[in-house]
């Protein structure tokens, strides 16, 4: 109720929920080039658009939470312009209109919203950055998190032949990541995927199909279980749990969901029908760290193990990646990978480092990193600031 105090548990630890009001916001709209060009069964990528999205609270602090989708709907239907549509016109509104004691009070509040959920998640997690700062606690911690440090892979693109493909894993297993994620596609699997085996045998290798193939090709998916892979995420439709339990019940390699969990209930139902063995959780498909954790929690239940995968975030969606899997659940190797990975410079300082592995979790309230406001301002094409007493102000 309006004007109410009153105590919640977050992370292990007691402290006061007191009522939150957002009295701005900030869209910057961002394009970043990537240092390479990333090869998916979608197509390539050699730039980056997106927002990061800036909340200030009543007493001043500001959180920034990024929104993952791209330019074109490839991944699923949302883009970059339906995220500034939907945030404009529906979510920005509803955020400053009214308080809130919790961030986990957001999906409730958008619930007539449908779907959407890039745009839900960039908003939520600036949400829950502030929120983690007014109470002094890193956003790990204030997520229940446990571990100081996580251990990541790398997600590598589809390559023009298994020579450069040997060469890029070979770069990756020097830096020390701990898994190979290899895209792969009809002509551009099982004869790629075995030399990399042939020539790694003993490094944690699974294959990600991006939904690129169907139940015709059950004999080619078959062959994958030649080559000890730690799953094959995704094989088939973007939308399909059903096809997803009649192939897993024909391969042994364990089937990984991604594209077709978007929510606690979806996850549900494709554990219940035998759809996955393990399921992939990324904050921006299923709708904001709320609706993460709820997944998290529910495969803790019932064995299911869980990792976090990337969507080619800048540094402010690699933070909040890294929050997340410092929950007990996610015990496989995730796709964080260091900043550098990916762009000549980040937006966050410290960029995020990858040594042997690993990540160490920041200790520092909120997501544990600076935004560098001048390289944030290079890269920014467009900004757009809301308020309680405003309307938006373009520039």
């Known amino acids: 109720m309006p004007g109410d105090d009153r105590g919640c548990f977050e992370g292990g630890g007691k402290m006061t929920k007191q009522r939150m009001a957002i009295r701005e916001v900030t869209l910057h709209r961002l394009v970043m080039k990537l240092i390479d060009p990333f090869t998916t069964s979608f197509g390539t990528f050699r730039e980056r658009e997106f927002f990061v999205v800036e909340v200030e609270d009543d007493l001043g602090n500001l959180g920034f939470g990024e929104t993952v989708a791209f330019s074109a709907p490839w ?18 509104p509803s955020l400053v209109e009214a308080p809130i004691y919790h961030p986990d009070e957001l999906s409730g509040r958008w619930e007539t919203i ?3 959920n890039m745009a839900k998640a960039g908003l939520e997690g600036a949400v829950w950055d502030v929120f983690a700062k007014r109470n002094q606690l890193p956003l790990s911690k204030m997520l229940g998190g446990v571990s100081s440090e996580i251990d990541v ?3 590598i693109g589809i390559q023009s032949t298994a ?7 070979d770069m990756y297993v020097r830096e020390g990541y701990k898994r190979m994620k290899i895209k792969i596609k009809p002509g551009a699997d099982y004869d790629m995927l075995k030399e990399v085996r042939r020539e790694f045998p003993t490094i944690l290798l699974m294959a990600d199909a991006n939904s690129a193939y169907t139940l015709k090709d059950l004999e080619a998916l078959k062959k994958l279980d030649e080559l000890d892979l730690m799953m094959i995420e995704q094989p088939l439709s973007h939308d399909d749990i059903i096809d997803h339990a009649t192939l897993q019940r024909e391969i042994n390699t364990p089937i990984c ?5 978007h929510t606690l209930e979806d996850a549900r139902k494709a554990v219940e029908l035998g759809a996955c063995k393990i399921i992939n959780i990324k904050i921006g498909r299923v709708g904001g760290i709320t609706e993460s954790k709820r997944i998290h929690d529910y495969c803790q239940e019932n064995g299911v193990p869980v990792w976090c995968g990337g969507m080619l975030e800048s540094g402010i969606g690699r933070a909040h990646n890294i929050a997340l899997t410092t929950l007990p659940q996610f015990v496989m190797p995730g796709d964080t990978a260091a900043s550098a990975r990916y762009w000549e410079n980040d937006i966050i300082a410290p960029e995020v480092e990858v040594k042997n592995g690993v990540i160490k979790v920041p200790d520092r309230p909120g ?6 406001r001048e390289t944030l301002e290079k ?3 467009a900004k757009h600031v809301f308020s309680q007493k405003s309307n938006a102000v373009g520039s």
């Open 75 to 92: 991944y699923n239907e949302e883009t970059v312009e339906t995220n500034k549509h939907i945030l404009e016109t529906f979510l920005i």
């Open 114 to 116: 449908r779907r959407n």
């Open 153 to 155: 892979g790398i997600s």
């Open 163 to 169: 020579k450069d493909l040997l060469q890029v894993v």
């Open 257 to 261: 969901l991604d594209e077709s969990i």
């Open 367 to 372: 997501i544990g990193y600076d935004i560098d």
């Open 379 to 381: 890269y920014r094409i």
